[in-house]
């Protein structure tokens, strides 16, 4: 058959039934894809009841508790909130909602759009200033009679970015303007609470969940329905859970990363038209992942251009580089790009917002005098 670009998975599904064979090995990938929230989250029951217990007033139109998730990566605190706010738009009409992944919208202005647009307000082309959305945020809680309830994922972005003042303005607004806000702020940092801004803190007092690591066995029962929703039966042996979960084991019980093994190993399988997950299949999916978790890879997504380049010039670089270095060659356009024009000054902050996404590393070395340190930065 003549392989045209555009083919895809459910080309080599139409060709296996034409083969005779009954089947492929996907019956809903999307089940895989890391934004796809199960109806079920196995070993989570705890923790989506006391979220649920937090939100409850939220389903009769008043405030609920705010609530702080944090965790190591994979854990299940996006899966888990965003899974237990669709249950709750499901169950009443009485709340309005928005979830804001602070990776991407890291800036007050960008927080308060998105959430605007999440409550349905139409935004006019031209830049309304983050004042202007937050009093039509307001206005469609009020007008609508409907609780406001916003997810904040990643939240420790803002304050790395000197933005946490919209979590201010939301903590604030009940006192201000009579809407009550109800946050579920989400990190992987356990101290994140400390670093908020003072007042924002004390007006919503949060409740704390921690999400522990998953275990062997508990990735187990996950990995069990994922892929009896995803695959068809027989097409994911469990020689081949077995396998995703003891990679995802020494990854740090990350379930991000034994779904993603699985999923590869699934598309390998299907690459080759057959119609099981082989082991072979399974180990080749880990060779893909060693290099870069998929937790490294979520961090990558919805850098800016400048982030993106430094991160480049340091992989082409073997040896850590100072910011000094690093100044001249991105402004040389050493990647191959033309030169990135920013200041010394801006290029620091940008190495430190790096630095605490925990994509680069820096190490403080003695200066060649002896005397004074320079600061080495090099990929995480
Ligand atoms: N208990 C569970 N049952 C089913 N799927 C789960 C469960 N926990 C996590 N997952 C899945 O694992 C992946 C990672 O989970 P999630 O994104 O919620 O992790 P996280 O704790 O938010 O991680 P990070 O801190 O890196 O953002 C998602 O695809 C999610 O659907
Ligand atoms: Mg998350």
Redesign the pocket.
């Known amino acids: 058959m003549p392989s045209n670009l555009f083919s895809r998975a459910a080309d080599s599904e139409r060709a296996n039934s034409e083969r005779g064979n009954e089947r492929g090995i996907f019956k809903n990938e999307d089940a895989l894809h ?1 934004e ?3 109806d079920s ?4 029951e705890e923790e989506l009841k006391a979220l649920a217990a937090c939100l409850e007033p939220l389903a009769d139109g008043s405030a609920g508790e705010s609530v702080f998730l944090h ?10 909130a965003r899974f237990v706010a669709r249950s709750l738009q499901e169950y009443s009409q009485k709340t309005v909602q928005a979830y804001v992944n602070c990776w991407h919208d890291s800036t007050r202005q960008a927080v308060l759009s998105a959430t605007a647009r999440a409550f349905g307000e139409a935004l006019p082309r031209r830049g309304l200033a983050s004042d202007e959305f937050f009093s039509r945020i307001i206005q469609n809680a009020r007008n609508t009679k409907r609780a406001p309830l916003v997810v904040l994922d ?1 939240f420790d972005r803002l304050a790395h970015a000197g933005q946490d003042s919209v979590l201010y303005d939301f903590a604030r607004a009940g006192e201000t303007s009579g809407v009550a806000f109800t946050l579920i702020l ?1 990190s ?1 940092d356990a101290l994140a609470l400390r670093r908020l801004d003072e007042r924002a803190l004390s007006s919503l007092r949060p409740h704390s969940m921690e ?1 522990e690591r998953y275990s062997p066995l508990e990735l187990k029962k ?1 990995l069990g ?2 892929a009896a929703t995803a695959f068809f039966e027989g097409a994911c042996p469990k020689s081949v859970i077995a396998l995703c979960i003891a990679f995802a084991a020494k990854k740090n019980g990350d ?2 990363v034994a ?1 993603r093994a699985l999923y590869d190993a699934g598309k390998r399988a299907e690459r080759r038209g057959a119609q099981e997950i082989s082991e072979n299949d399974a180990r080749q999916a880990f060779g893909g992942q060693e290099e870069r978790t998929a ?1 490294q890879e ?1 961090r990558l997504v919805g850098l800016t251009d400048v982030e993106k380049e430094i991160i480049a010039v340091l992989r082409k670089s073997k040896a850590p580089l100072s910011s000094g270095d690093l100044y001249e060659k991105l402004a040389a356009g050493v990647s191959g790009k033309d030169g990135v024009g920013l200041s010394e000054r801006s290029l620091r902050d940008y190495l430190n917002l790096l630095v605490t996404k925990r994509l680069l590393v820096v190490e403080d070395v003695a200066g060649e005098s002896g005397r004074g340190k320079t600061r080495l930065f090099r990929l995480a």
């Open positions: 890391p796809f929230i199960p989250l196995p070993c989570r965790g190591p990566p994979g854990t299940g605190k996006t899966a888990s990643e989400i992987n999400f996950i329905e994922r379930a991000r779904l937790s979520k």
